[in-house]
């Protein structure tokens, strides 16, 4: 067992009432290693805040969080922050690439810590093997603002796994793109997801979308039900 949520809630004041609203109401979950399943539900269900939750860049209100064997409410600040770095990569809706910063440059980002000169000769190979996965080889010195929206999530999927994450999280990935541009990135995602037995949780509101992941669940009423 990889991740393991455990009757997780969060509740956020209401914008039009004095009331609060339980986004999440006992959500749990379990994730094996290398399992890719995705999380669909409407705007505004809590797919986000339950991403965020898992990635601790949010905190719950209650319940627990079980890493690899570890409780992280247990964590400090700091050691969250290197958890995030070592086993957690994150995708977002739109790119966040440094556009100053070639595409080797950006996918190196996440590499920037790291002080061992073999370290970062190893990392070094690594986003040339993970540009040439996706592509890339010829555009890996161009800048972000030469390529197509497609062509920079496939720089941001890569730079998520720059590190050897062992969970990836996909909050809307492909939310900004056409239908074939989308589906390529969900087809990337999954192969590397096999190709390195990452487990991936994806986020979204569309069933074409997350009919590729294993496993399927519903965010409804603030708990996630297996579909
Ligand atoms: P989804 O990702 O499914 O669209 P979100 O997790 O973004 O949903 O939001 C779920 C609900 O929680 C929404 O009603 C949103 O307005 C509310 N919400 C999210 N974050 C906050 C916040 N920081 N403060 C208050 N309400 C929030």
Same mark, same amino acid.
């Given at each position: 067992?990889? @991740? =393991? ?27 094996? /290693? ?10 505004? %269900?809590? =797919?986000?805040?339950?991403? &965020? ?8 209100? %209650? ?6 064997? &570890?409780?992280?409410? &247990?964590? %400090? ?10 086993? $957690?990569?994150?995708?977002?809706? %739109? ?6 910063? /070639? ?5 190196? $980002?996440? *590499? ?8 970062? =000769? ?5 986003? @040339?093997?993970?540009?040439?996965? $996706?592509? @890339? $080889?010829?555009? =890996?010195?161009?800048?972000?603002? *030469?390529?197509? +929206? ?24 492909? +939310? ?16 590397? &997801? ?7 949780? @994806?986020?979204?509101? /569309? ?21």
């Amino acid at each position: 067992m990889l @991740l =393991k949520l455990i009757d997780i809630h969060k509740a956020y004041p209401s914008v039009q009432s004095d009331n609060i609203r339980h986004v999440l109401n006992g959500v749990s979950l379990d994730i094996e /290693s290398g399992e890719s399943i995705a999380i669909l539900g409407p705007s505004g %269900s809590g =797919k986000s805040t339950l991403l &965020n939750i898992i990635g601790t860049l949010d905190k719950s209100d %209650s319940g627990e969080i079980i890493f690899d064997g &570890n409780k992280l409410e &247990n964590y %400090s600040e700091k050691q969250l922050s290197r958890f995030r770095n070592q086993h $957690v990569g994150f995708v977002f809706q %739109s790119h966040h690439l440094l556009p100053q910063c /070639s595409v080797i440059e950006n996918v190196l $980002v996440p *590499t920037l810590p790291l002080k061992d000169p073999k370290l970062k =000769k190893d990392c070094h190979s690594r986003a @040339l093997e993970l540009i040439g996965a $996706v592509g @890339l $080889v010829e555009q =890996k010195d161009n800048l972000p603002g *030469t390529l197509s +929206g497609g062509e920079c999530q496939r720089v941001a999927v890569i730079r998520a796994l720059i590190n050897k994450p062992k969970l990836l999280l996909a909050d809307e990935p492909t +939310g900004s793109l056409d239908r074939q541009n989308a589906l390529t990135i969900i087809s990337l995602l999954k192969q590397l &997801n096999t190709e390195y037995n990452t487990s991936l949780i @994806l986020v979204t509101h /569309s069933h074409e979308i997350g009919s590729g992941m294993e496993k399927k669940y519903e965010l409804k009423d603030g708990q996630l039900i297996q579909i």
